[in-house]
């Protein structure tokens, strides 16, 4: 009997315990799967050095012990794409700046011929255009290597999907201090340039792509309503037309009552497009601002003998409202801005004599603007069937924004001079500053894809113009303006959230950005977050003009992207 229950024993002991493993297998979790997206995306050659560098103990528990632990064509994936990057984006500086400054220098060099060599300013200098140009292409190859470096770096480190939504943020953050590289040559007095124009207008930019962010989930359900309210006014219809006539009110403003806030090339730009001589500005300026009788009548005898000393009728004319009593000189006020700017003539006169002038400042600036790009991106279109509709569509383009241009600053005289005289009854800063956004309205003569580009370029103008105000008149120490690069600061963080939305929503950007940033940072593998150049220099910078070249590759960049 013992041994009966020992054999029992014994054969029963397998069975049960196979039973309880069988149990045991059925309520264990089952193991858990890593994304093949999020493993580690490219090693170095040296291993110990990657692994010193990130902590090998975290690494190692996202990482699949029976793969092995170098991926060679991600690391050749990675170091093209950084090559390719600073290599494109060297070129790019190179042509933009090099060829404004090109273009500066030859304008500077007709001036001077046309005025004499021993007359007027000289303009830049060779060798200052070259290190110009030298130091904006630095600073775009060091943006682009340093952001890819990190965005590759941190797709190591954290996983390609599991750091998509924050990683390109983070890259755009830590490579914007690069634009310090663009101060090149030191202006007169010691101190690096400031790059406020560049770094308002990415700001600016980066504030459009948020929005239209925020417009695509704004009919969500999660969203709150106080974020409903605030994206109400962006998706306004013409919204831009807003934000233009509120940049117009900054900028001309600025033009007629404090000059010094508009510098640069942009002042000048305005200088010339105001059609009149700065003898004009100044006078308009002075009567603008005087508070008094007597300094109104000082400012009308001042602006009779520098504006019209040869001109006896519209002398006579400007010193008859001097010679008046105060009471009368004060009630003649809104008379002097058409005295000043058409003297014997009429508002309507003069509004389309300037138009027509205007207009004839306006096409050399248009035409090679839509002419040369057409000719480079649609060369070969051109000579086809359809050239004909191309070259019309391209002269059609540079006709209406030449006549925006001439209207804007015909408007810009008129408005103030209508609305004194039949609305608010004198001349003043602040009747100016009321009457000067009505110019804002020309941009409804654009085409709508170019009102938003235009409204975002002006607001940022206007705001360097109002930064300027705001160190001038005290209310920010100069000391601080000095010493800090609010322009950096501002440029990171703009370029944080562009480089976000670029990887993350980049279906809000226009075609022909996102081509840019494709060109520079990569066209293909962005599902994936994979990301790689395909094509090469010339394939991507000169195949839109040929159809059949453009439609395989963009077949192709669909591939590598799915």
């Known amino acids: 009997m013992l041994l009966l229950w020992k054999k029992k024993t014994i054969t029963r002991d397998p069975i049960s315990h196979k039973s309880m493993a069988r149990k045991k297998e059925r309520h264990r979790e089952p193991p858990a799967v890593p994304d093949e997206e999020d493993k580690l995306s490219w090693r170095s050659a040296g291993g ?24 060679t064509d991600d690391v050749t994936r990675a170091v093209d794409r950084l090559t390719t990057a600073m290599l494109r984006a060297g070129g790019v500086g190179c042509v933009l700046k090099g060829g404004l400054n090109l273009f500066s220098w030859l304008a500077g060099r007709s001036k001077t011929r046309r005025r004499g060599s021993m007359s007027g300013k000289p303009g830049p200098s060779v060798r200052d255009a070259l290190h110009d140009t030298a130091a904006f292409a630095s600073f775009l190859v060091a943006f682009a290597g340093t952001y890819v470096s990190v965005d590759e770096c941190l797709a190591l480190r954290y996983g390609k999907q599991r750091s998509k939504q924050w990683r390109a943020a983070v890259a755009g953050l830590v490579a914007g201090p690069a634009l310090l590289l663009a101060d090149g040559p030191h202006v007169k007095g010691g101190g690096a340039k400031r790059h406020y124009g560049l770094a308002t207008y990415l700001w600016l930019r980066s504030t459009v792509l948020i929005a239209r962010c925020g417009l695509k989930r704004r009919d969500s359900r999660d969203t ?11 998706a306004h219809e013409h919204a831009d037309v807003a934000l233009m006539m509120a940049s117009t ?26 059609g009149k001589t700065k003898a004009h500005y100044a006078a308009l300026r002075a009567m603008s601002l005087a508070s008094t009788a007597a300094q109104t009548r ?9 504006l019209f000393p040869n001109d006896i009728t519209a002398h006579e004319a400007l010193m008859n409202v001097a010679n008046m009593d105060d009471g009368s000189l004060l009630a003649a006020k809104p008379t002097l801005w058409g005295l000043v700017l058409y003297p014997g003539s009429s508002a309507l006169a003069h509004f389309f004599r300037f138009y027509r002038e205007a207009l004839g400042r306006a096409l050399p600036i248009y035409v090679p603007l839509y002419a040369i790009p057409a000719l480079i991106v649609h060369r070969h279109r051109l000579l086809g069937p359809r050239g004909g509709v191309l070259a019309m569509r391209a002269a059609a383009g540079a006709g209406r924004s030449s006549a925006f241009l001439a209207a804007y600053c015909a408007c810009a005289w008129l408005a103030p001079d209508a609305l004194q005289r039949l ?10 500053s009321a009457s000067v956004p009505l110019a804002g309205l020309a941009v409804l003569i654009e085409k709508p894809s170019r009102r938003q580009e235009l409204g975002v370029y002006c607001a940022s103008r206007a705001l360097e113009a109002a930064a300027v105000c705001l160190v001038s008149w005290g209310w920010v120490p100069r ?10 600061a501002l440029f990171a963080v703009g370029a944080a959230a562009i480089m976000h939305c670029y990887n993350t929503e980049r279906d809000v950007f226009r075609s022909k950005y996102l081509n840019v940033l494709d060109f520079v940072f990569g066209n293909a593998g962005h599902g994936r977050q994979c990301i790689r150049h395909v094509g090469s220099y010339y394939q991507v910078a000169f195949a839109g003009g040929d159809t059949h070249k453009n439609e395989s590759a963009s077949r192709q960049f669909r591939d590598v992207s799915s």
């Not at 709150?224 to 962006?234: E, G, I, N, Q, S």
């Not at 001309?252 to 305005?270: H, N, R």
């Not at 000082?298 to 520098?306: C, E, G, Q």
């Not at 601080?480 to 609010?486: G, H, S």
């Open 48 to 71: 110990d050095v990657w692994e010193r560098a990130l902590d090998e103990s975290d690494i190692s528990r996202d990482v699949d012990p029976d793969k092995s632990f170098f991926d």
């Open 224 to 234: 709150h309503p106080l974020a409903k309210a605030a994206l109400a006014p962006f």
């Open 249 to 274: 009110w900054v900028i001309l403003s600025c033009f007629v009552l404090k000059p010094d806030a508009l510098q640069g090339a942009y002042g000048s730009f305005l200088n010339k497009h105001g």
């Open 298 to 306: 000082d400012a009308i005898r001042s602006a009779a003998i520098a």
């Open 423 to 432: 609305v608010f009854g004198t001349l003043s800063g602040w009747t100016v």
């Open 479 to 488: 000391s601080l303006a000095a010493r800090t690069r609010v322009d950096v």
